[in-house]
C-alpha cells in the first residue's frame, strides 16, 4: 500500500463518512447538495482561469490557452464548488513532540486526511496550506478525487519544521478569502495567545466558519513526570534540567489557563473548539465532534 493511503484510517472513515459537515453559513455558489445556497436556478458560467496544479480534473484544461501560452490553466466556473474549505495544517517543530509512537504531527495528519476525505466525497473543495513560522506549501482548494490524492501525498511527505507564526498564515489567508467558507485550523497552537487571538479574530472578521482542532499530548495536559528530567527545548527554547515535582504545578496552571483562555474566545466569536489529545481514538473524537456539528448546524 502506498504510504500516504495509510491516513485513511478505514476504522475513522466508516464513521465519519455517515455525517454531514455542515457549514453553519449559507455558502454561495450552487451545486445539487447538502448545503443551502443563496441562488436558485443559476447555470453553470464560465468564471476564471486559474493556473493548473496536480489533482486538477484535466476535463477542465483550456487547450486553447494552452496553445496560445504554452501555459496549462484549468477553467473555473460559478457553481464548481458548494463549500470551499481551507485546512491550515500546523508543521511546526513542537507537532513532532510524542509521549508514545504518535506524534501531534501524525495524528494531525490523520485528522486532515479524514476531513479532506469528507469535504471531497461532498464535492465540496478543500485546499491545503501547510505552516510553521511562514507558508511552507499550499495547494488550492478543489473538489476531484485526483486532488484529495495530491492532498494525501503532501500530508505524507510533512516533516515538522521550525517555531510556529500563526500570523503570518492569518494574514495570508485573509488575503485569499473570496467569499464565505470553511476554516479549520489543525495545530498545538504552542504561540504567543495574543496571536492566535488576532489570528481567529481576522478569519472571523471575513466571515469564516471557523474549526479549531487544538492537538495536544498527554503528557503536555496531564504532566505525569516525577524524577529529576531532562527536557529538550523546540522552538528556539533551550534544553533544562528540572525536578518536575517541583514545577509541576505551576505548570499546569499555566497550560489550563493558556486553553481556557483560547476556548472561552473561540465560545464568545461563535467558533468550535476543540481540545483533542494524542492518546484519543481518532474515530470516536472525530465523529462525536461532527456529529455534535451537524446536530447544532442542520437546516
Request: aromatic residues 10%; contains cysteine.
Given at each position: 500500500?502506498?504510504?500516504?493511503l495509510?491516513?485513511?484510517?478505514?476504522?475513522?472513515?466508516?464513521?465519519?463518512?455517515?455525517?454531514?459537515?455542515?457549514?453553519?453559513l449559507?455558502?454561495?455558489?450552487?451545486?445539487?447538495?447538502?448545503?443551502?445556497?443563496?441562488?436558485?436556478?443559476?447555470?453553470?458560467?464560465?468564471?476564471?482561469?486559474?493556473?493548473?496544479?496536480?489533482?486538477?480534473?484535466l476535463?477542465?484544461l483550456?487547450?486553447?490557452?494552452?496553445?496560445?501560452?504554452d501555459?496549462?490553466?484549468?477553467?473555473?466556473?460559478?457553481?464548481e464548488?458548494n463549500?470551499?474549505?481551507?485546512?491550515?495544517?500546523?508543521?511546526?517543530?513542537?507537532?513532532?513532540?510524542?509521549?508514545?509512537?504518535?506524534?501531534?504531527?501524525?495524528?494531525?495528519?490523520?485528522?486532515?486526511?479524514?476531513?479532506?476525505?469528507l469535504?471531497?466525497?461532498?464535492?465540496?473543495?478543500?485546499?491545503?496550506?501547510?505552516?510553521?513560522?511562514?507558508?511552507?506549501?499550499?495547494?488550492?482548494?478543489?473538489?476531484?478525487?485526483?486532488?484529495?490524492?495530491t492532498?494525501?501525498?503532501?500530508?505524507?511527505?510533512?516533516?515538522?519544521?521550525?517555531?510556529?507564526?500563526?500570523?503570518?498564515?492569518?494574514?495570508?489567508?485573509?488575503?485569499?478569502?473570496?467569499?464565505?467558507?470553511?476554516?479549520?485550523?489543525?495545530?498545538?497552537?504552542?504561540?504567543?495567545?495574543?496571536?492566535?487571538?488576532?489570528?481567529l479574530?481576522?478569519?472571523?472578521?471575513?466571515?469564516?466558519?471557523?474549526?479549531?482542532?487544538?492537538?495536544?499530548?498527554?503528557?503536555?495536559?496531564?504532566?505525569?513526570?516525577?524524577?529529576?528530567?531532562?527536557?529538550?527545548?523546540?522552538e528556539?527554547?533551550?534544553?533544562?534540567?528540572?525536578?518536575?515535582?517541583?514545577?509541576?504545578?505551576?505548570?499546569?496552571?499555566?497550560?489550563?489557563?493558556?486553553?481556557?483562555?483560547?476556548?472561552?474566545?473561540?465560545?464568545?466569536?461563535?467558533?468550535?473548539?476543540?481540545?483533542?489529545?494524542?492518546?484519543?481514538?481518532?474515530?470516536?473524537?472525530?465523529?462525536?465532534?461532527?456529529?455534535?456539528?451537524?446536530?447544532?448546524?442542520?437546516r
Amino acid at each position: 500500500m502506498q504510504d500516504y493511503l495509510k491516513y485513511l484510517d478505514p476504522q475513522v472513515l466508516n464513521k465519519i463518512t455517515r455525517l454531514d459537515l455542515k457549514a453553519r453559513l449559507i455558502v454561495e455558489g450552487y451545486i445539487a447538495g447538502m448545503h443551502q445556497s443563496p441562488y436558485r436556478g443559476v447555470s453553470v458560467e464560465f468564471a476564471a482561469h486559474r493556473e493548473y496544479v496536480p489533482g486538477d480534473d484535466l476535463r477542465h484544461l483550456d487547450w486553447k490557452v494552452f496553445g496560445r501560452s504554452d501555459r496549462l490553466y484549468v477553467k473555473q466556473y460559478h457553481q464548481e464548488t458548494n463549500l470551499i474549505c481551507y485546512i491550515l495544517f500546523d508543521t511546526s517543530e513542537s507537532m513532532a513532540y510524542g509521549s508514545t509512537d504518535v506524534s501531534k504531527l501524525e495524528y494531525a495528519k490523520y485528522i486532515a486526511a479524514s476531513l479532506s476525505y469528507l469535504m471531497v466525497q461532498q464535492q465540496d473543495a478543500v485546499g491545503l496550506v501547510l505552516f510553521d513560522e511562514a507558508i511552507r506549501e499550499i495547494i488550492p482548494p478543489y473538489s476531484s478525487q485526483g486532488h484529495l490524492q495530491t492532498i494525501l501525498q503532501q500530508l505524507a511527505k510533512v516533516n515538522a519544521g521550525k517555531r510556529t507564526d500563526f500570523k503570518t498564515v492569518s494574514d495570508y489567508i485573509t488575503q485569499k478569502l473570496e467569499r464565505k467558507g470553511l476554516v479549520i485550523i489543525i495545530s498545538d497552537l504552542l504561540d504567543e495567545s495574543h496571536n492566535i487571538l488576532e489570528g481567529l479574530n481576522k478569519l472571523k472578521a471575513r466571515s469564516q466558519d471557523i474549526i479549531v482542532f487544538h492537538i495536544l499530548d498527554d503528557y503536555e495536559i496531564n504532566f505525569p513526570f516525577e524524577k529529576l528530567s531532562r527536557f529538550k527545548g523546540l522552538e528556539d527554547l533551550p534544553e533544562m534540567t528540572v525536578d518536575p515535582i517541583s514545577l509541576k504545578q505551576g505548570y499546569l496552571n499555566t497550560v489550563q489557563g493558556f486553553i481556557s483562555a483560547i476556548r472561552n474566545s473561540c465560545q464568545t466569536k461563535q467558533i468550535d473548539y476543540s481540545l483533542i489529545a494524542t492518546n484519543q481514538k481518532l474515530d470516536v473524537v472525530l465523529s462525536a465532534y461532527l456529529s455534535r456539528r451537524s446536530a447544532r448546524y442542520v437546516r
